[in-house]
């Protein structure tokens, strides 16, 4: 049976190297190839955009994919449309796996929770002069503008160009996971006071939060944005197999 892996996340590698193992399961993970040195899964690797919901569906079809888990990141809510609307059209099986958030956290009622990266840039500014930034590179357009004056402290993964953060910034290059020793250090460093982070939810982000709350830092945590609904969803890599276990390949179908 061929299962197609849209990936890009943790949960998505721990599933690769648990379907691999699978008798008679054949999984192909798919990366959108948007860091230079992506961290691999286990297992056949595609790289790169199908070409929206036509060129997904076509996909699905010209490869016989029997069943598609969808793992990418909460906050990847196009890929996630696209494979709602390509597997019902190509009538493929699809189930969403993502984490759950960090709502459940114990100091979440202390933040200051915003709708999007333009809000979290307004709260940021107006919440302290020393902010440290791991909201993603996708976003950081909106936080240069309200936050140009401010010293932040910016932390990617693939290095900025030139002149896409204001001069006075400093850009961190490094990737999860991180250590609670770690992300003390850097904000004690920085003397940070004011956190910016997406509600990616999982542990290996986790600690920025918790060093954030021993320190005092005031936490700005953009919400995931609504996403598509799909057929059926899981929170952890366990269950995915699980219902993985479930599909039958295309010509044994009822
Ligand atoms: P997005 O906005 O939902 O997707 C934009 C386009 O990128 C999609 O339409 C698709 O292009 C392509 N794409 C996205 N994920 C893909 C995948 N796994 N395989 C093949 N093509 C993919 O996605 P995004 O927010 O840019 O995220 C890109 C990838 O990075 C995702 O796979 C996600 O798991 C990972 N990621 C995202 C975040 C985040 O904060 N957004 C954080 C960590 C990891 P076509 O329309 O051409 O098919």
């Not at 309200?146 to 990737?175: F, S």
């Not at 939060?209 to 609904?229: F, I, K, S």
């Amino acid at each position: 049976m061929r299962v197609l892996l849209l990936g890009g996340t943790a949960e998505a590698r721990a599933l690769a190297a648990a379907l691999t193992a699978e008798p008679g399961v054949h999984v192909v993970s798919s990366l959108a190839g948007r860091v230079a040195r992506p961290r691999l899964p286990v297992g056949e690797v595609r790289v790169g955009g199908f070409g929206g919901v036509d060129g997904l569906a076509r996909h699905l079809r010209d490869t016989a994919v029997d069943a598609v888990v969808d793992a990418t990141h909460p906050f990847a809510v196009g890929i996630s449309g696209n494979a709602v609307e390509a597997c019902t059209r190509a009538a493929v099986p699809l189930l969403r796996l993502v984490r759950p958030g960090w709502a459940d956290h114990p100091r979440s009622g202390e933040w200051e929770w915003v709708d999007d990266a333009a809000r979290a840039a307004r709260a940021a500014a107006a919440a302290g002069e020393r902010v440290l930034l791991t909201s993603g590179r996708q976003t950081l357009a909106a936080f240069t503008g309200p936050l140009a004056d401010h010293d932040v402290l910016v932390r990617v993964v693939d290095p900025v160009p030139e002149g896409e953060v204001p001069t006075g910034w400093t850009v961190l290059l490094d990737r999860g996971p991180y250590t609670l020793e770690k992300e003390t250090a850097l904000m004690v460093e920085h003397r940070t006071e004011v956190l910016v982070t997406k509600d990616s939810g999982g542990d290996l982000t986790r600690a920025k939060l918790d060093a954030a709350g021993a320190l005092g830092v005031h936490v700005v945590v953009v919400r995931r944005p609504g996403a598509p609904d799909a057929p059926e969803s899981v929170s952890d890599v366990d269950a995915a197999v699980r219902w993985t276990r479930q599909q039958r390949p295309r010509e044994r179908r009822d």
